[in-house]
């Protein structure tokens, strides 16, 4: 009741970009605190950051940087120690646990490194859990539209130890999208896979963004990912530092992997070192 409530009743004005599309994300001023016992650890310290709609991000940072906290924040699966959070125009920082798992459902499509798929349930039976839980309806024919928009019509009733790397993360996307979701997390979507099924997936990621206007924000450590998408926000001890448009992103497929020093260099010239040089003190 109190997340319907919420939907109805919260007096928010969505703001825009320069092109009219409305915030998906509007975080304002978050910070993030864990207690171990008397002492304070901050994870985040002041974060404001706005996807639009149809945006495809990248989200990059060394370990500790925050880059993981931010993630569980956006997906609803943890709350800020203070700030706003504002997920399709849901306070969703005021929320309580099963009015956020609420949002999880219908909001968020998950894809993780892991695949995290069950291990003796068809490729079909996986994408139509979510709507299982969110009871919607027409479940078969709309798992099986997901599936087909991946590439995977003729894999609908497989099992997980019959699809390859790629495949099982195809199907991960698959289940991720089948809810319409407002935003699609991705948290290293090519981490497990080799750079054949990792270009397939990130095709596909390019194809629901560009295609269907699924608004996307991948989490990587890979600079070549990241170059993938069309703006990439670099984090450090829980600040963002940068936060740039990428100016030529690389269409999948058609650009080999280049050295691993090579690809950084090219971010963090185009993204890291194009802000204000007060931001590197």
Do not use: C, W
């Not at 349930?121 to 859990?129: G, H, P, Y």
């Amino acid at each position: 009741m109190l997340f319907e409530q919420t939907m109805h009743t919260e007096q928010y004005v969505f703001p825009t970009d320069d092109r009219g599309r409305p915030a998906v994300i509007d975080i304002q001023n978050i910070t993030k605190v864990y207690r171990m016992g008397d002492i304070e650890v901050p994870a985040l310290r002041g974060v404001s950051l706005r996807v639009y709609k149809g945006e495809f991000v990248s989200i990059m940072g060394p370990s500790g940087s925050g880059k993981s906290t931010l993630l569980q924040i956006l997906g609803a699966l943890d709350q800020p120690s203070t700030g706003s959070y504002y997920l399709d125009g849901v306070d969703v920082a005021k929320l309580r646990d099963r009015d956020l798992a609420t949002i999880r459902n219908r909001k968020i499509g998950f894809v993780f490194q892991s695949f995290n798929l069950l291990k003796r349930t068809s490729a079909l039976r996986q994408v139509e859990l979510p709507l299982l839980y969110g009871g919607g309806r027409d479940r078969t024919r709309r798992a099986r539209a997901a599936l087909e928009a991946v590439g995977l019509s003729q894999r609908m009733n497989h099992m997980p130890n019959e699809l390859s790397g790629g495949q099982q993360q195809r199907v991960a996307i698959a289940r991720a999208i089948v809810n319409d979701p407002a935003i699609v997390l991705a948290d290293e979507p090519t981490g497990n896979l080799d750079s054949r099924s990792g270009t397939e997936v990130l095709k596909i990621f390019q194809e629901m963004n560009r295609t269907h206007g699924i608004t996307t924000v991948v989490v990587t450590h890979d600079p070549f990912v990241a170059r993938h998408t069309d703006r990439i926000i670099m984090l450090r001890d829980g600040v963002i530092v940068a936060d740039q448009a990428v100016p030529d992103p690389i269409l999948a497929g058609t650009v080999e992997r280049p050295s691993d020093d090579s690809q950084l260099d090219n971010v963090l010239k185009d993204v890291y070192y194009a802000g204000k040089q007060e931001e590197y003190a």
